[in-house]
């Protein structure tokens, strides 16, 4: 393949070397005004802070201990906070390591030309931000506002996304919904006239049966729901988990079904058409709140359990007997929405699907299913009105994924080639905040090209992630535990409000996101919409209008607030109208049906692999969130590196072991950069293997993850986009064992 304009760069010595450079004359306002009692902290005893974790978008509010020296020595949970009752995962009492972890990002980088190729030079805050500044000016300028777009992921998003309303853009994606949950939030809304969101509302602590279809609670640690299905097992609840690998919650559950992957459509059609021909639905709640039930009826006619056992390979018997413990336990039943769930492209209507099996089970609103969930409303602090832009993602989209309600990511790296654009709605500058693209984006071909043709790119970061290669400008971020951050306002059955403060001042010369985003708004002009000097007064401003203020917060952590919208569950017999077009919850789908789609879930065969090759699944591990904790020193003495499962029929025919290496390589052949080991195990189908994402990494600053293990994005290379908002399927890719050594290093 040919250099790229835009070569990854390996931050080396030369990058981080020079000479020590001062903090300059730019101050981080508040950084110790609020860290210390008026005394002091004692030599002796501990101070604790109020956090919340920025691990993962659960965000367990807790408290940050320092001893008497200010050294951050351990998070604990807050018992107030229902996310998660005081208990932290182990992602969230390892994040001590990310403010410990050497191999942080310690200074402002600038990308410099080198006889030998580029590489980073060591820069003021002075300097690097006038640099940000103009550049996004004067691209501004050339090719209008629009032509910034930010990618953003975690609490620095909020800041820069004023930054990029005020320029005038709203080029704003979070990866998060192309390349996880849209699907569900679309097919959902296309059923109740109302999305999932984030944590998902389920009633896990009262439900009598819990399914799980591709959804691993226990290694994707939703805190509270692990918790309170832990609760319901001890209770007796029903577990039905369906996945083709011996998940751990596959361990506790009463039923396990290893359905052959890409079938999953299939079952459920089977599961409604016998709730529905054996008139094991809920009648009252069907007929008092839904519509469509007569096409439905008839749309799954056909669709048998015995149709559906020559496609899932799950037994007839099974699949009756697996969906009459869900009538049993009705309405206090759920068929969870699950998270990650881009999967074969046509994944909106298998989460159509989902949704309209838990109408008939009658759990929407229920006690044991789905809770009305509500959330703080903070009052937004005082700035004028944000100018409207030119033209924004969804003038990209060409008719495509018109059901799409925020913003596609894969639309906005289109939109950056300059050469495969017809009109003069070209984006030239990407600020990214957060999120590794390219271990988060499934077409690498694709966003090489992206780089290649933009003119600038900002990195706000916490570490030397594989996207910081690619910067032009790297801005250090410092972690969640030394900065201020907006106010939490999650949905939950009650509303709660939770403070981050800083438990000690910024290491090195990292800066809290809403500080850079503040002086880049001063040195572009937008001053009014950053009409603060430090970050504390907005959040003193917003909790005084809520009864509060900042120095009751920083005592508390947490406040709870009256709730304000209607009741947790549907009353006995009371009329309800939902936020779709009949005003019912719809089984035939009109927003669907207006849009040019199915108004019902049709099963599609999806293809199977090769002979020799194995469909690549990929997964979680309970102690590492993606790929953002792979360097984290706390969470690698948990788990250093991935490996491969193997079923033994097929290490049988390949001649493997445990703990041999080998390479992957998948249909368009494609060969993994580094090798992984595997692990022989039952636990996993024979047309299958199983290795979990986020390692693998390929930059060498990452001193403990640097090829370890294997990066499954890279063997992602089929990716079948869903139609109807444009989510990225990434399991259609298939892969089989190099077994040479190819003395390979990971690619520039």
Same mark, same amino acid.
């Given at each position: 393949?040919?250099?790229?304009?835009?070569?990854?760069?390996?931050?080396?010595?030369? @990058?981080?070397?020079? %000479? +020590? &450079?001062?903090?300059?004359?730019?101050?981080?306002?508040?950084?110790? $005004? =609020? #860290?210390?009692?008026?005394?002091?902290?004692?030599?002796?005893?501990?101070?604790?802070?109020?956090?919340?974790?920025?691990?993962?978008?659960?965000?367990?509010?807790?408290?940050?201990?320092?001893?008497?020296?200010?050294?951050?020595?351990?998070?604990?949970?807050?018992?107030?906070?229902?996310?998660?009752?005081?208990?932290?995962?182990?992602?969230?009492?390892?994040?001590?390591?990310?403010?410990?972890?050497?191999?942080?990002?310690?200074?402002?980088?600038?990308?410099?030309?080198?006889?030998?190729?580029?590489?980073?030079?060591?820069?003021?805050?002075?300097?690097?931000?006038?640099?940000?500044?103009?550049?996004?000016?004067?691209?501004?300028?050339?090719? @209008?506002?629009?032509? %910034? +777009? &930010?990618?953003?992921?975690?609490?620095?998003?909020?800041?820069?996304? $004023? =930054? #990029?309303?005020?320029?005038?853009?709203?080029?704003?994606?979070?990866?998060?919904?192309?390349?996880?949950?849209?699907?569900?939030?679309?097919?959902?809304?296309?059923?109740?006239?109302?999305?999932?969101?984030?944590?998902?509302?389920?009633?896990?602590?009262?439900?009598?049966?819990?399914?799980?279809?591709?959804?691993?609670?226990?290694?994707?640690?939703?805190?509270?729901?692990?918790?309170?299905?832990?609760?319901?097992?001890?209770?007796?609840?029903?577990?039905?988990?369906?996945?083709?690998?011996?998940?751990?919650?596959?361990?506790?559950?009463?039923?396990?079904?290893?359905?052959?992957?890409?079938?999953?459509?299939?079952?459920?059609?089977?599961?409604?058409?016998?709730?529905?021909?054996?008139?094991?639905?809920?009648?009252?709640?069907?007929?008092?709140?839904?519509?469509?039930?007569?096409?439905?009826?008839?749309?799954?006619?056909?669709?048998?359990?015995?149709?559906?056992?020559?496609?899932?390979?799950?037994?007839?018997?099974?699949?009756?007997?697996?969906?009459?413990?869900?009538?049993?336990?009705?309405?206090?039943?759920?068929?969870?929405?699950?998270?990650?769930?881009?999967?074969?492209?046509?994944?909106?209507?298998?989460?159509?699907?989902?949704?309209?099996?838990?109408?008939?089970?009658?759990?929407?609103?229920?006690?044991?299913?789905?809770?009305?969930?509500?959330?703080?409303?903070?009052?937004?602090?005082?700035?004028?009105?944000?100018?409207?832009?030119?033209?924004?993602?969804?003038?990209?989209?060409?008719?495509?994924?018109?059901?799409?309600?925020?913003?596609?990511?894969?639309?906005?790296?289109?939109?950056?080639?300059?050469?495969?654009?017809?009109?003069?709605?070209?984006?030239?500058?990407?600020?990214?905040?957060?999120?590794?693209?390219?271990?988060?984006?499934?077409?690498?071909?694709?966003?090489?090209?992206?780089?290649?043709?933009?003119?600038?790119?900002?990195?706000?970061?916490?570490?030397?992630?594989?996207?910081?290669?690619?910067?032009?400008?790297?801005?250090?971020?410092?972690?969640?535990?030394?900065?201020?951050?907006?106010?939490?306002?999650?949905?939950?059955?009650?509303?709660?409000?939770?403070?981050?403060?800083?438990?000690?001042?910024?290491?090195?010369?990292?800066?809290?996101?809403?500080?850079?985003?503040?002086?880049?708004?001063?040195?572009?002009?937008?001053?009014?919409?950053?009409?603060?000097?430090?970050?504390?007064?907005?959040?003193?401003?917003?909790?005084?209008?809520?009864?509060?203020?900042?120095?009751?917060?920083?005592?508390?952590?947490?406040?709870?607030?009256?709730?304000?919208?209607?009741?947790?569950?549907?009353?006995?017999?009371?009329?309800?109208?939902?936020?779709?077009?009949?005003?019912?919850?719809?089984?035939?789908?009109?927003?669907?049906?207006?849009?040019?789609?199915?108004?019902?879930?049709?099963?599609?065969?999806?293809?199977?692999?090769?002979?020799?090759?194995?469909?690549?699944?990929?997964?979680?591990?309970?102690?590492?969130?993606?790929?953002?904790?792979?360097?984290?020193?706390?969470?690698?003495?948990?788990?250093?590196?991935?490996?491969?499962?193997?079923?033994?029929?097929?290490?049988?025919?390949?001649?493997?072991?445990?703990?041999?290496?080998?390479?992957?390589?998948?249909?368009?052949?494609?060969?993994?950069?580094?090798?992984?080991?595997?692990?022989?195990?039952?636990?996993?189908?024979?047309?299958?293997?199983?290795?979990?994402?986020?390692?693998?990494?390929?930059?060498?600053?990452?001193?403990?993850?640097?090829?370890?293990?294997?990066?499954?994005?890279?063997?992602?290379?089929?990716?079948?986009?869903?139609?109807?908002?444009?989510?990225?399927?990434?399991?259609?890719?298939?892969?089989?064992?190099?077994?040479?050594?190819?003395?390979?290093?990971?690619?520039?």
């Amino acid at each position: 393949m040919k250099n790229s304009r835009r070569d990854f760069i390996r931050i080396s010595a030369l @990058g981080l070397g020079g %000479v +020590a &450079l001062g903090v300059g004359s730019i101050r981080w306002a508040g950084a110790t $005004t =609020l #860290l210390d009692g008026e005394d002091g902290v004692p030599d002796a005893g501990m101070q604790r802070y109020p956090t919340f974790c920025e691990v993962c978008f659960w965000k367990c509010a807790g408290w940050t201990y320092t001893d008497g020296q200010g050294r951050i020595t351990k998070i604990l949970g807050n018992a107030d906070d229902p996310h998660c009752n005081g208990r932290l995962c182990p992602r969230g009492t390892g994040g001590v390591g990310m403010y410990y972890d050497e191999d942080r990002l310690k200074w402002p980088l600038i990308r410099v030309p080198g006889a030998e190729g580029d590489t980073f030079r060591r820069a003021s805050w002075e300097e690097a931000l006038d640099l940000v500044a103009r550049r996004l000016k004067e691209i501004s300028a050339k090719h @209008g506002h629009e032509s %910034v +777009a &930010l990618f953003n992921h975690g609490s620095a998003g909020h800041h820069l996304s $004023t =930054l #990029l309303n005020a320029m005038g853009s709203d080029n704003i994606a979070a990866p998060s919904y192309a390349q996880c949950r849209g699907p569900r939030e679309v097919g959902f809304l296309g059923t109740f006239g109302a999305s999932v969101g984030s944590p998902e509302p389920t009633d896990i602590r009262d439900t009598r049966c819990l399914v799980l279809i591709g959804s691993h609670l226990g290694e994707n640690m939703h805190n509270g729901q692990v918790q309170e299905m832990a609760d319901a097992i001890d209770r007796g609840a029903t577990i039905i988990t369906v996945d083709p690998r011996f998940s751990t919650v596959a361990s506790k559950s009463r039923f396990w079904l290893p359905i052959k992957p890409a079938t999953d459509l299939a079952l459920l059609l089977a599961w409604i058409h016998v709730l529905i021909y054996e008139e094991r639905y809920d009648k009252d709640y069907v007929a008092r709140y839904t519509e469509g039930f007569d096409q439905l009826r008839e749309h799954v006619k056909a669709m048998t359990p015995e149709w559906a056992y020559g496609i899932t390979t799950i037994t007839p018997e099974q699949i009756r007997e697996t969906a009459r413990a869900m009538a049993d336990a009705s309405p206090a039943v759920i068929v969870h929405p699950g998270r990650h769930v881009t999967w074969y492209g046509d994944d909106t209507q298998r989460s159509r699907a989902i949704a309209i099996l838990n109408a008939l089970l009658g759990s929407w609103g229920r006690r044991g299913g789905f809770y009305f969930k509500t959330a703080p409303k903070i009052p937004h602090f005082p700035m004028p009105e944000f100018p409207s832009p030119r033209w924004t993602w969804k003038d990209k989209l060409n008719g495509r994924y018109p059901l799409a309600d925020l913003a596609v990511s894969n639309v906005l790296v289109e939109a950056s080639i300059a050469e495969e654009q017809t009109d003069d709605k070209v984006v030239k500058a990407w600020i990214v905040a957060g999120t590794n693209l390219p271990l988060t984006m499934p077409d690498k071909e694709q966003l090489i090209r992206a780089f290649d043709s933009l003119e600038f790119v900002v990195v706000v970061d916490t570490m030397p992630m594989e996207i910081t290669g690619y910067a032009d400008v790297i801005l250090p971020e410092c972690t969640y535990l030394e900065r201020y951050d907006e106010l939490r306002d999650s949905p939950h059955r009650e509303p709660w409000v939770a403070l981050r403060m800083p438990a000690t001042e910024p290491r090195w010369e990292t800066r809290p996101a809403w500080w850079i985003a503040k002086q880049l708004g001063d040195r572009m002009g937008l001053k009014a919409w950053f009409n603060y000097s430090d970050y504390t007064e907005v959040l003193d401003w917003q909790l005084r209008q809520l009864g509060s203020s900042l120095e009751e917060m920083q005592q508390k952590g947490m406040m709870k607030l009256e709730r304000a919208s209607g009741t947790l569950y549907l009353e006995e017999g009371q009329d309800f109208a939902f936020n779709t077009p009949s005003g019912k919850i719809e089984f035939y789908s009109h927003m669907f049906e207006a849009a040019g789609f199915d108004p019902m879930p049709v099963f599609t065969a999806h293809p199977q692999p090769p002979d020799g090759y194995y469909r690549l699944i990929y997964g979680r591990a309970p102690m590492h969130t993606f790929s953002r904790t792979a360097n984290n020193p706390n969470l690698t003495d948990l788990m250093e590196e991935n490996n491969v499962w193997v079923n033994p029929k097929t290490a049988r025919v390949w001649g493997l072991r445990n703990g041999q290496e080998v390479y992957l390589k998948n249909q368009d052949e494609v060969v993994s950069s580094f090798p992984v080991k595997v692990r022989v195990t039952e636990r996993i189908r024979w047309d299958s293997v199983y290795i979990v994402h986020g390692f693998g990494h390929s930059n060498k600053w990452l001193s403990r993850a640097f090829g370890k293990g294997l990066n499954d994005s890279e063997l992602i290379t089929n990716v079948m986009v869903d139609p109807i908002m444009g989510g990225t399927g990434m399991r259609g890719n298939f892969v089989t064992f190099v077994t040479e050594d190819l003395g390979k290093e990971a690619e520039a």
